[in-house]
């Protein structure tokens, strides 16, 4: 083996424990940032390992490549808002899952019949995943960004449309798999991955998009990991491996916390459904002024708040710092409590709470607080709407009914900070807003809640 070959095998190595490392850091609020940095180190020590040890064809394509991708990266990186997080994420995928694709169309272009029956079926693997999760991407981003319609796109026949597609797709893999000098076959499984792709998402609502893109981050991570096997590429394999079941576990982990089943989610059309089984739940919702708020806040105890996904959009995660301050600085004990799937995606609320310098042993999981709230003066929801929906617990007819809430009902008092009568992702009317003990501050969150912190001031 040459220098450069034991070079590059050392920097994929470093590179495979900096990704183990990276997930580790993930998996809690306090180290995530780090771990969001080994894992760039580890994809920047796989760069240049590869650029060192493989032959390099033309410098030209890779300096226009590498100068491309950074321009793409850095201006998502300053541009996109943390709201729209969720379908960067996606674009992220389409791209990732697209150059695997690429990179299998290019083996194949170049090596396809001389390929040993293993690497062929790996390079089909590789293809046929790489694409279908390039367009599904897609789909989910323009769902989630609201350039194609939210709602789940139903028709007449399409589960036997989809079957028959599928069965084409996986027909053309096997073909493709026994005769590659076929070219026409390989193409067809290409075309019919990339219409799977569409088909698998349109009928998924934008409410699940979330889990939906998890999921075709595992399909993203399991086709890079295919083309680590068709290319010989140990660190591709692993960060492939790594991402693929990783991505599932997150998958599995907001089906929990939501109380649904995967195959609900891919399968179950629930955006429709939910649309047709909101209830009206009767009552009226007593306004609170914002005098009245401050004072109640200022003599109480103990405070929980409870961000939803109103707080990212009106980014008062440092109005609410701002306010816990003066409230502690009274005195007040206040906590945070987190809902696993509150916001758009997985940590949402750690993020923006973090960014804010929000201290990590303020915020409480779900089974921490729950039991606190019977002892709570008052709970601050900001923003939230389905994550504090009591129908969960106490309707089983409701279409969320068995999804774990923060049962912040169960508190001595509730202000709800929203802008009007707007209801959450779910499309559901939440009975918590017409309870005796609940009243409701309208407002931007961020306006709210800067006034409060001024109003307490003069308390
Ligand atoms: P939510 O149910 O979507 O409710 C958000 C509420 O915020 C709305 O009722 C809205 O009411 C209010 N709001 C919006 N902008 C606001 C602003 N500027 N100021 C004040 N209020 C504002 O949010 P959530 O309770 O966080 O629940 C998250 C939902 O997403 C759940 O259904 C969950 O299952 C779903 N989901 C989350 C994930 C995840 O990973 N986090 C994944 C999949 C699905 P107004 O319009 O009246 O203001």
Excluded at 132 to 144: D, E, F, M, N, Q
Excluded at 155 to 161: E, H, L, P, S
Excluded at 162 to 182: A, D, K, Q, R, Y
Aim: net charge neutral; charged share 10%; aromatic share 8%.
């Amino acid at each position: 083996m040459s220098v450069e070959s034991y070079f590059m095998e050392a920097t994929y190595l470093l590179a495979s424990i900096l990704f183990v490392l990276s997930l580790k850091g993930m998996s809690r609020p306090e180290t995530a940032r780090r771990g969001m940095f080994l894992a760039e180190a580890g994809m920047f020590a796989a760069i240049i390992g590869t650029l060192v040890g493989q032959h390099v064809v033309t410098w030209g394509w890779i300096i226009a490549g590498l100068t491309l991708g950074s321009l793409i990266g850095g201006w998502m990186a300053v541009s996109v808002p943390m709201t729209a997080m969720p379908q960067r994420t996606a674009l992220s995928h389409a791209f990732g899952a697209f150059a695997a694709a690429l990179v299998g169309v290019g083996e194949f272009l170049t090596h396809g019949s001389e390929m040993g029956v293993i690497t062929r079926g790996a390079l089909g693997f590789e293809v046929m995943l790489g694409a279908l999760t390039t367009t599904g991407s897609l789909i989910a981003a323009g769902k989630l960004q609201g350039v194609i319609r939210g709602k789940p796109i139903q028709f007449r026949g399409q589960n036997a449309i989809n079957l028959l597609i599928f069965l084409g797709m996986i027909g053309s893999f096997v073909s493709f798999w026994i005769h590659p000098e076929t070219v026409a076959v390989f193409y067809t499984m290409l075309g019919l991955a990339f219409v799977f792709g569409v088909m698998l998402v349109i009928p998924i609502g934008s409410a699940d998009m979330p889990v939906v893109m998890s999921l075709l981050n595992s399909y993203a991570g399991l086709a890079a990991a295919a083309t680590g096997f068709v290319l010989g590429n140990n660190v591709l394999i692993i960060a492939g491996t790594l991402d693929g079941f990783s991505g599932f576990i997150l998958s599995v982990l907001m089906c929990k916390a939501m109380n649904r089943s995967i195959t609900n989610v891919l399968f179950g059309g629930f955006g429709s459904v939910i649309a047709e089984a909101a209830t009206e739940t009767g009552g009226v919702m007593r306004e609170i002024n914002l005098e009245d708020a401050a004072m109640q806040l200022a003599f109480a105890n103990r405070v929980v708040f409870v961000p939803g996904y109103g707080l990212a959009t009106a980014q008062a995660q440092h109005a609410v710092r701002e306010l816990a301050d003066v409230l502690e600085g009274r005195g007040v004990t206040v906590k945070y409590a987190i809902h696993p799937v509150a916001g758009r995606m997985p940590g949402h609320m750690n993020v923006l709470l973090a960014e804010a310098n929000v201290s990590y042993s303020s915020l409480y999981e779900m089974e921490q607080i729950n039991p606190e709230f019977p002892s709570t003066d008052v709970v601050v929801v900001i923003g939230a709407n389905d994550v504090v929906n009591p129908d969960a617990r106490d309707n089983p007819k409701s279409i969320i009914a068995g999804m774990p809430i923060l049962e912040v009902d169960r508190a001595r008092s509730v202000i709800v900070l929203k802008r009007g009568q707007g209801r959450g992702f779910s499309g559901l009317e939440n009975p918590l807003f017409f309870k005796a003990c609940t009243t409701m501050l309208y407002g931007d969150a961020k306006a709210s809640l800067a006034h409060l912190a001024q109003a307490i001031q003069h308390v």
